[in-house]
């Protein structure tokens, strides 16, 4: 009985000391663990802020080159019957639409909606507009027409406003 006792005194405290360093150690590993994905937080932050501010600012300038009033004046040739420059005009916005496709990437679902919204909605103020005009128009008068429809708020300014609005909130 004195030997089992006489264990259990080497023992006891032996087992306390081993807890107390065991839960020591890991409380330090684990706060090393969370210090160093902060770190690795706060580093990918450094280089990822930049790009998306630049992915913010491509956006603003597409959504400008997609402005109706901008495109009209960019691509105008009074040479082209109403057809050819409709079909000028859906082109010049498919191909800076496709040409800043991977910047969604930085941007949040919200923003990226809104961009894809404008696009299709100014693409569908052109057809329209083009739909009502006969094969002898010209370019200018579809020009008119446009610019005639959109003369209340068009939908890239309600894009460039929560383009502008989620700027504000993240940086």
Known sequence: MEILLEIVKILLPS?????TAF?????????????????LRYNAKSVITPVRLQAYERMAMF?????PNQLILRLNNPQLT???FQVLLVASIRSEFDHNLSQQVYL????????KMAKEETIKIINLCAG??????????LATAILEQISGKSPIEEAMNVLKMEI???F
């Open 15 to 19: 087992l306390v000391v081993f807890l």
């Open 23 to 39: 839960f020591s150690i890991k409380f330090f590993i684990e706060n090393d663990q969370k210090k160093k994905l902060l770190e």
């Open 63 to 67: 959504l400008e080159r997609m402005d």
């Open 82 to 84: 109403a057809y050819q």
């Open 108 to 115: 949040s679902a919200n923003v990226w909606n809104h961009i």
């Open 132 to 141: 009502k005009l006969s094969a002898e128009n010209t370019a200018t008068d």
């Open 168 to 170: 504000e909130k993240v």
